[in-house]
């Protein structure tokens, strides 16, 4: 069984295609969203933490309801 550790290989094609559907979001901003997506909190910084929840709460960045 496949568990959330072994997903760490493809952080970078997740913050690939992250960039990919948003080509304004930067390198930095789009390995923070993979690696909240994947990653044991503890190994994520309070920064990357921050960050996803500013693009979750759409206090930054675009906001799903709004692109076409």
Same mark, same amino acid.
């Given at each position: ?8 290989? *493809? =952080?970078? @094609? =997740?913050?690939?295609? +992250? !960039?990919? *559907?948003?080509?304004? +979001?930067?390198? *930095?901003? $789009?390995? $923070? =969203? $993979?690696? $909240?997506? !994947?990653? @044991?909190?503890?190994? +994520? /910084?309070?920064?990357?933490?921050? !960050?996803?929840? %500013?693009?979750?709460?759409? /206090? *930054?960045? /675009?906001?799903?309801?709004? %692109?076409?």
């Amino acid at each position: 069984m496949i568990g959330h550790e072994d997903f760490g290989e *493809y =952080l970078q @094609d =997740l913050a690939d295609a +992250i !960039i990919s *559907y948003n080509p304004n +979001i930067s390198p *930095y901003e $789009a390995m $923070a =969203l $993979a690696k $909240a997506g !994947i990653v @044991d909190p503890a190994g +994520i /910084t309070q920064f990357e933490k921050n !960050i996803n929840m %500013n693009f979750k709460n759409s /206090t *930054y960045g /675009t906001d799903c309801d709004n %692109n076409p």
